[in-house]
């Protein structure tokens, strides 16, 4: 059985870095070391297009997320200029236009070949992939218009491709051992227990 591919959205990355593993504290560093794993046993990719989303080649200063992205994925994306990715990014830009449900401002968001959303999606479905993202889905009802981006699981359930987002995959990728948990007693707790009759 071939192990699953999963195709990170630029957004794990940005969220992790800014908000939930910041690089600043050690206590988060094994979760940035448990991603560079995944990389490196080819169970996450990333394709070249969310690759320049992350990294300023220009920059004089690359902050700690430039610098790691470049540590463990130069040189090693999935490039999208590929003809069977391309197909299927064609049918997802005639998808927007003729499902009736993007207008013309939406449909902008996805236009440039920079763009790595539709890409992402391509490449998954090509691959037999599943994207994680931190995207969530806008509900839609028939004859309602979206205005703003496409959301990429909006789109990915039109081509079969499945999305997650991160805490899901925790859980779907079978590299992390669950344990139970069991908070430890306060030290003043503890010492009070050991002198009974102090209260």
């Known amino acids: 059985m071939t192990a ?5 959205d630029s957004n794990i990355f940005i ?3 800014r908000l939930n593993h910041p690089f600043d504290y050690k206590e988060f560093h094994p979760f940035w070391r448990w991603m560079e794993k995944l990389a490196e046993d080819r169970s996450i ?7 320049d989303e992350l990294v300023n080649e220009q920059a004089a200063d690359p902050d700690m997320l430039d610098l790691w992205v470049r540590a463990v994925f130069k040189g090693r994306q999935i490039s999208h200029k590929d003809d069977r990715y391309a197909q299927v990014y064609a049918k997802i830009q005639d998808y927007l236009v003729t499902c009736g449900q993007y207008t013309e401002e939406s449909r902008q968001y996805w236009e440039s ?4 959303d539709p ?7 090509v691959e037999g992939a599943v994207i994680v ?13 979206m205005k703003k981006e496409p959301r990429i699981p909006n789109i990915a359930d039109q081509f ?13 990728n079978g590299r992390l ?19 009974p009759g102090l209260f």
Do not use: C
């Open 177 to 195: 051992k669950k344990a139970q948990y069991v908070p430890s007693e306060p030290k003043s707790r503890r010492k009070a227990a050991s002198q």
């Open 4 to 8: 699953t591919l999963y195709l990170p």
């Open 45 to 51: 990719a990333m394709v070249d297009v969310v690759y």
């Open 15 to 17: 969220a992790s870095y």
């Open 133 to 145: 993202t931190d995207e969530a889905r806008v509900p839609l009802q028939q004859g309602q218009h």
């Open 113 to 116: 070949e920079g763009k790595a």
């Open 119 to 125: 890409w992402l999606i391509a490449v998954a479905k």
């Open 160 to 172: 079969g491709v499945k999305t997650m987002n991160l805490r899901r995959f925790f859980d779907a």
